[in-house]
């Protein structure tokens, strides 16, 4: 049984960080594309960033460049979203995501697994 289990989440003033984590288990994680999405309250999911197999092509949304690192670890199953700057927009629960092969990476609907998600707070 795959499972994706998401930590790191937290309360934080803007401007700070915070390092999310999403161990995996269940499956072999390394063919795997693994990316982050967040739900904002009363909004939609939306794509943060994605990370391909390798860990050499790096993906993100508009809202986080720059501010936010992806990255993947597949000796030890998990993916990483180093969180910097964070801005009060921020604040959502955020989402890891696998998938093995699939169409458009920035639409949830690609993604076969799913955690079940860590609150950030970014607030003074």
């Known amino acids: 049984q795959v499972q994706l289990v998401e930590s790191g989440g937290g309360v934080v003033q803007p401007g700070g960080s915070l390092r999310l984590s999403c161990t995996a288990s269940?499956?072999?994680?390394?063919?795997?594309?693994v990316a982050w999405f967040r739900q904002p309250p009363g909004k939609e999911r939306e794509f943060v960033a994605a990370?391909?197999?390798?860990?050499?092509?790096?993906y993100y949304g508009d809202s986080v460049k720059g501010r936010f690192t992806i990255s993947r670890d597949n000796v030890k199953n998990t993916l990483y979203l180093q969180m910097n700057s964070l801005k009060p927009d921020d604040t959502a629960v955020y989402y890891c995501?696998?998938?093995?092969?699939?169409?458009?990476?920035?639409?949830?609907?690609?993604?076969?697994?799913w955690g079940q998600g860590t609150q950030v707070n970014v607030s003074s």
């Open positions: 995501a696998s998938r093995l092969r699939g169409a458009d990476f920035r639409r949830p609907g690609q993604y076969d697994y």
């Open positions: 269940g499956h072999t994680f390394s063919p795997y594309t």
């Open positions: 990370v391909w197999s390798s860990g050499l092509n790096t």
